[in-house]
């Protein structure tokens, strides 16, 4: 699944961050993402797993690795499941 | 004003009764009265006598601003639903017949209206950036200044601190992080003691912005998370939910990276600014001490009319 949230990020032209460059566990603000952009992730995680983050999971923390968001995306699609 | 009051419509309605606010027939948009102005002007004084020892540069903006500069900002991402933008008639003799066809017909004659190139302020601070960086690196100390402007933001609302037309008044400080933000924390200080000194109740607490949609909401979550924003609490129109009258915000180097402010050896300048709600400031203090200010404690107007 990271994988597939790795090439989904990296064809964002509204996140211009190298995710190929980043470890699973690397901390993507520190890496330069910035609020908005966290955002445009969220929108396109939700369109390409078919989710909805809660507002519990819209916080920082949640979009801070790739992967803490496989993290919260296969625990909601689990629950889609 | 007694405890009665304490609701947005009653509030209202007494500041229409005794004359303090007139209505307009748009919810946020008053006349204001002379004695109103009059506690704005002492207060803007006070403030402006607080922060005299720091030496800012004072610049007082016009409503409207640079739409260019408001899109570049960011506005538009954060806060769509807030934003205002100036229209104006563009066309001929034809459209012009158009036009009054239309409005006579009673239909939306205003699609024949075209944006021009100024959107309404919605804060003090957005025109300063770019004038700013156009005047090429920040000193090493940093910049200070004290800002001025009506604002707009689309919101209108019986809540007589919710006005659609404001002013605010601002200082603002560009620097680099520990400068930014040993200025944020001396105005958290000096705002509180000062409404004190005004014998209002007050209370501060972490906030955030009203950021646009479920998107917004992530946004205003990483602003708490990061204490970014502060704001100084006054009951006005209720108890439960006291309003923000003061508002402590840390940018970050947002604005440095937007408009490319910068110190000489090339780092990104942060920025945080300390804006005092003038409206909702005067709001408090006709609530709390009544609406003849002549009659106000003696004390309060020790501290305003000494100014």
């Known amino acids: ?81 | 004003m007694d405890a009665k009051t304490f609701d947005s419509k009653s509030l209202l309605d007494s500041l229409f009764e005794n004359g303090i606010l007139f209505e307009s027939g748009i919810d946020g948009l008053y006349g204001r009265s002379g004695a109103f102005e009059e506690v704005i002007e002492r207060f803007e004084r006070l403030v402006t006598r607080l922060g005299a020892p720091d030496k800012a540069t004072r610049i007082h903006f016009p409503p409207g601003m640079s739409r260019a500069t408001l899109e570049k900002s960011g506005y538009m991402k954060s806060f769509p639903q807030l934003a205002g933008c100036v229209h104006s008639f563009m066309g001929g003799e034809r459209e012009h017949a158009q036009l009054l066809g239309m409005m006579a017909d009673g239909g939306d004659w205003t699609e024949l209206q075209k944006a021009t190139d100024i959107a309404l302020t919605p804060a003090a601070c957005y025109p300063l950036y770019p004038t700013i960086a156009a005047r090429g690196p920040v000193p090493a100390q940093g910049l200070l200044f004290e800002l001025s402007s009506y604002c707009f933001r689309h919101e209108p609302s019986k809540d007589p601190a919710r006005m659609q037309l404001f002013r605010m008044r601002e200082f603002v400080k560009i620097g680099t992080a520990e400068q930014v933000r040993s200025f944020r924390e001396s105005w958290l200080k000096r705002g509180r003691a000062m409404i004190e000194s005004l014998d209002l109740p007050c209370e501060v607490d972490l906030a955030n912005d009203p950021f646009f949609g479920r998107g917004g909401k992530m946004m205003a979550n990483n602003q708490r998370d990061q204490g970014l924003k502060f704001e100084l609490l006054i009951p006005v129109t209720s108890i439960e939910k006291p309003t923000a009258c003061l508002s402590f915000n840390y940018h970050q180097d947002h604005f440095g990276q937007t408009w490319g402010l910068k110190f000489a050896d090339g780092e990104f300048c942060h920025s945080a600014c300390v804006g005092f709600g003038l409206e909702r400031v005067a709001l408090a203090l006709f609530r709390h001490h009544g609406p003849d200010a002549d009659a106000w404690p003696a004390a309060v107007r020790d501290v305003l009319w000494s100014v």
């Open chain 1, 1 to 81: 699944m990271i994988d597939q949230i790795r090439s989904l990020l990296e064809q964002h032209p509204m996140i211009p961050l190298n995710f190929g460059a980043l470890a699973d566990d690397a901390n993507l603000y520190d890496a330069g993402l910035t609020s908005f952009a966290s955002v445009q992730m969220m929108l396109a995680l939700e369109e390409e797993f078919d989710i909805e983050f809660p507002e519990t999971m819209l916080t920082r923390r949640t979009f801070s690795s790739l992967a803490s968001i496989a993290d919260a995306v296969s625990q909601l699609t689990r629950k889609a499941a």
